[in-house]
């Protein structure tokens, strides 16, 4: 069985009925999209669902929302079980969130969490290695090990990583950047990342 079968089998989400009971519903003005968003209990209940180590995105204060939703389309496509941010200063499940989505907003649980810190903390306390980036890491992406339980933290447009954020991290990774420019999107960055670790678990040795 390969890795995104295993993927897909290890990460069944919420049911339709316990979203409803759990989340809160969204409606846009037009109230033609009903948008669930998924609080931090239902997270837990994710977790201890899966079958598999859990691959997680965590976003700390993306508030553009077309960043957000390339990214959620790419933890779709990467087998990625939730893609987590905080409450405040965030970007929620808008329309332009859905579009740029593709669908992936409708499919990849997105949970919302009041204190990040203490979800990451959480995280750490469940197994799960909290791995995120920065520009001037000395550590490479290509040389950590992202095969395990793993939840890739990516910061802000232009800010990155909040302080508190980063110390709540197991390590601190970066890409080599061989351009003039600092750095990259958030979205092309997660990308990266996220396909790295992919790459990483369908090449492991069992």
Not at 50 to 69: E, K, R, S, T
Not at 90 to 118: D, I, M, W
Request: glycine share 8%; with cysteine; hydrophobic share 40%.
């Amino acid at each position: 069985m390969d890795y995104f079968s295993i993927q897909k089998q290890g990460a069944p989400g919420l049911t339709r009925k316990s979203r409803a009971i759990s989340s809160r519903e969204h409606r846009h003005t037009d109230h033609s999209i009903a948008t669930e968003i998924l609080a931090e209990a239902d997270l837990w209940s994710l977790l201890d669902s899966l079958v598999g180590p859990p691959f997680l995105l965590v976003l700390d204060q993306v508030q553009d929302p077309h960043n957000l939703g390339a990214c959620l389309r790419t933890a779709d496509g990467a087998g990625v079980h939730a893609v987590i941010a905080p409450r405040d200063r965030s970007v929620g499940l808008t329309h332009v969130v859905r579009t740029v989505a593709c669908g992936a907003a409708e499919k990849v649980p997105f949970v919302q969490v009041t204190n990040l810190v203490r979800t990451l903390e959480e995280l750490k306390a469940r197994g799960i290695w909290t791995v995120g980036t920065a520009g001037e890491a000395t550590r490479s992406l290509y040389e950590t090990d992202l095969t395990g339980p793993l939840a890739l933290v990516m910061g802000a447009e232009g800010t990155g990583l909040r302080r508190l954020t980063r110390e709540r991290c197991d390590f601190l990774v970066a890409f080599p950047m061989a351009g003039t420019v600092p750095s990259l999107n958030v979205s092309v960055a997660a990308g990266i990342c996220l396909y790295e670790a992919v790459r990483q678990r369908l090449f492991a040795k069992p």
